[in-house]
Nanobody, 122 residues
Framework: VQLQACGGGLVQAGGSLRLSCAASGRTVSGYSMGWFRQAPGKEREFVAA????????AYADSVKGRFTISRDNAKNSVYLQMNSLKPEDTAVYYCAADLARRVGITMVGNYWGQGTQVTVSS
Protein backbone atom coordinates (compact mmCIF):
# COMPACT_ATOMS: atom_id res chain seq x y z
CA VAL A 1 0.00 0.00 0.00
CA GLN A 2 1.28 3.44 -0.92
CA LEU A 3 -0.22 6.46 0.81
CA GLN A 4 0.05 9.90 -0.74
CA ALA A 5 -0.80 12.88 1.44
CA CYS A 6 -1.36 16.41 0.24
CA GLY A 7 -3.12 19.63 1.17
CA GLY A 8 -0.68 21.18 3.58
CA GLY A 9 0.40 24.77 3.39
CA LEU A 10 0.82 28.06 5.18
CA VAL A 11 -2.22 29.56 6.86
CA GLN A 12 -2.88 32.24 9.43
CA ALA A 13 -4.13 31.38 12.89
CA GLY A 14 -7.87 30.82 12.81
CA GLY A 15 -7.76 29.60 9.25
CA SER A 16 -8.58 26.21 7.75
CA LEU A 17 -6.91 23.52 5.69
CA ARG A 18 -8.06 20.19 4.35
CA LEU A 19 -5.58 17.36 4.10
CA SER A 20 -6.13 14.43 1.78
CA CYS A 21 -4.53 11.02 1.68
CA ALA A 22 -5.04 8.59 -1.16
CA ALA A 23 -4.07 4.94 -1.05
CA SER A 24 -2.85 3.06 -4.07
CA GLY A 25 -1.31 -0.24 -4.92
CA ARG A 26 -3.74 -2.15 -2.78
CA THR A 27 -7.08 -1.45 -1.27
CA VAL A 28 -7.22 -0.33 2.33
CA SER A 29 -10.47 -2.19 2.70
CA GLY A 30 -11.11 -2.97 6.34
CA TYR A 31 -8.20 -0.94 7.67
CA SER A 32 -8.55 1.94 10.01
CA MET A 33 -6.87 5.08 8.75
CA GLY A 34 -5.73 8.15 10.51
CA TRP A 35 -3.41 11.09 10.86
CA PHE A 36 -0.35 11.73 12.96
CA ARG A 37 1.83 14.81 13.19
CA GLN A 38 5.37 15.65 14.16
CA ALA A 39 6.48 19.12 15.15
CA PRO A 40 10.17 20.12 15.12
CA GLY A 41 12.00 18.63 18.07
CA LYS A 42 9.00 16.59 19.17
CA GLU A 43 7.89 13.01 18.81
CA ARG A 44 5.26 11.98 16.33
CA GLU A 45 1.81 12.13 17.92
CA PHE A 46 -1.62 10.78 17.13
CA VAL A 47 -4.12 13.30 15.74
CA ALA A 48 -7.21 11.48 14.48
CA ALA A 49 -8.41 8.12 13.21
CA UNK A 50 -11.46 6.58 11.58
CA UNK A 51 -12.66 3.02 11.26
CA UNK A 52 -13.21 1.40 7.88
CA UNK A 53 -16.84 2.52 7.82
CA UNK A 54 -16.04 5.90 9.30
CA UNK A 55 -18.59 5.32 12.03
CA UNK A 56 -15.95 5.15 14.75
CA UNK A 57 -13.64 8.13 15.03
CA ALA A 58 -11.15 9.30 17.60
CA TYR A 59 -9.26 12.53 18.15
CA ALA A 60 -6.43 13.81 20.24
CA ASP A 61 -7.71 16.12 22.95
CA SER A 62 -5.75 18.99 21.44
CA VAL A 63 -7.76 18.91 18.20
CA LYS A 64 -11.23 17.86 19.37
CA GLY A 65 -13.90 20.21 18.12
CA ARG A 66 -11.58 21.72 15.51
CA PHE A 67 -10.53 18.81 13.30
CA THR A 68 -12.76 16.33 11.51
CA ILE A 69 -11.64 13.09 9.91
CA SER A 70 -13.62 11.47 7.12
CA ARG A 71 -13.20 8.71 4.57
CA ASP A 72 -14.27 8.00 1.02
CA ASN A 73 -13.66 4.29 0.56
CA ALA A 74 -14.72 4.41 -3.07
CA LYS A 75 -11.68 6.63 -3.59
CA ASN A 76 -9.47 4.79 -1.09
CA SER A 77 -9.00 8.12 0.62
CA VAL A 78 -9.07 9.73 4.03
CA TYR A 79 -9.35 13.43 4.79
CA LEU A 80 -8.64 15.75 7.68
CA GLN A 81 -10.57 19.00 7.82
CA MET A 82 -8.70 21.37 10.10
CA ASN A 83 -10.48 24.48 11.33
CA SER A 84 -9.56 27.18 13.82
CA LEU A 85 -5.91 26.39 13.32
CA LYS A 86 -3.42 27.45 15.95
CA PRO A 87 0.34 28.02 15.71
CA GLU A 88 0.82 24.91 17.85
CA ASP A 89 -0.75 22.86 15.06
CA THR A 90 2.34 23.53 12.97
CA ALA A 91 3.87 20.17 12.07
CA VAL A 92 4.40 17.65 9.35
CA TYR A 93 1.22 15.63 9.06
CA TYR A 94 1.32 11.97 8.11
CA CYS A 95 -1.50 9.68 7.12
CA ALA A 96 -1.37 6.06 8.18
CA ALA A 97 -3.24 2.79 7.83
CA ASP A 98 -3.58 0.27 10.65
CA LEU A 99 -4.05 -3.36 9.66
CA ALA A 100 -5.35 -4.21 13.12
CA ARG A 101 -8.13 -1.66 12.72
CA ARG A 102 -7.30 0.27 15.86
CA VAL A 103 -9.01 3.62 16.22
CA GLY A 104 -7.56 5.95 18.77
CA ILE A 105 -4.31 6.75 20.44
CA THR A 106 -3.27 3.08 20.26
CA MET A 107 -3.40 3.18 16.49
CA VAL A 108 -0.27 1.82 14.84
CA GLY A 109 0.80 2.87 11.39
CA ASN A 110 1.58 -0.19 9.30
CA TYR A 111 1.66 1.99 6.20
CA TRP A 112 2.66 5.65 6.12
CA GLY A 113 2.32 8.52 3.74
CA GLN A 114 5.23 10.82 3.03
CA GLY A 115 4.01 13.72 5.13
CA THR A 116 2.68 17.16 4.28
CA GLN A 117 3.80 20.35 6.01
CA VAL A 118 1.25 22.49 7.81
CA THR A 119 2.45 25.87 9.05
CA VAL A 120 0.19 28.16 11.05
CA SER A 121 1.37 31.71 11.52
CA SER A 122 0.30 33.85 14.47
Amino acid sequence: VQLQACGGGLVQAGGSLRLSCAASGRTVSGYSMGWFRQAPGKEREFVAAASWTGVRTAYADSVKGRFTISRDNAKNSVYLQMNSLKPEDTAVYYCAADLARRVGITMVGNYWGQGTQVTVSS
